[in-house]
């Protein structure tokens, strides 16, 4: 009897020794990964509608801008420079060294490589009749970017708050994995055409 409740102990003892070395495995890579690599965000609010509604659950890329900067075109997820402790999430629409104008609902942008300016192409992510309120122009520093929400009607963005420092951005989107029925990887889009007269 006795070498039977022994023998129960050691095997309650292995079995909890083989959870606490998956947990602990669990960590080591879940972990570094959670923080490093990928992480999840809820979208709230309609800034970003239609490309992103209220409730979407993202995957957020936080690995690439370790090794690659930032692209026009691509949905970013930041810390609000305003306040920090607040995220955001918006379409990058200049570049740093870059020169934005906003004029007649159209963006213009001027850099090394179009000193004459080109008018951004953005019939992929906004709705029809969406147009890009305000007056504006201005040069940004080596590392600022200008952001705008896609539901420009209804977006607090750089042409609220200004420029966009590069150390806020915390990455980039990677995938939608809610809803299911909207599940999405996501890729740059075009973003130039040239500036007509």
């Known amino acids: 009897m006795e070498e039977k409740l022994q023998s129960q102990k050691e095997g309650l003892f292995l079995f909890a020794w083989e959870i606490i070395k998956v947990a602990v495995l669990a960590l080591v890579i879940i972990l570094p990964l959670r923080y490093f690599v990928a ?82 192409d953005e019939s992929d992510y906004l709705a029809p009749g969406k147009t890009t309120d305000g007056n504006l122009k201005i040069k940004l520093a080596q590392d600022e970017y200008f952001v705008l929400g896609d539901n420009r009607l209804h977006s607090s963005d750089s042409r609220r708050w200004g420029v ?15 809803p299911f029925n909207k599940i999405t990887y996501f890729t740059p889009v075009p973003y130039s055409s040239p500036l007509s007269n």
Do not use: C
Not at 85 to 112: D, V
Not at 164 to 178: C, E
């Open 39 to 120: 992480q999840p965000f809820y979208v709230k609010g309609a800034s970003m509608e239609p490309s992103f509604e209220d409730g979407d659950y993202l995957i957020i890329d936080e690995i690439s801008y370790r090794f690659t900067e930032p692209e026009r075109g691509e949905v970013v997820v930041f810390r609000f420079p305003e306040d920090p402790r607040q995220f955001f999430i918006k379409r990058l629409i200049a570049l740093p060294n870059e020169t934005i104008e906003i004029r007649n609902n159209r963006i213009i942008i001027f850099n090394e490589g179009e000193a004459a300016g080109f008018v951004l």
């Open 164 to 178: 966009l420092p590069r150390h806020f951005i915390i990455g980039k989107t990677l995938v939608r994995a809610w």
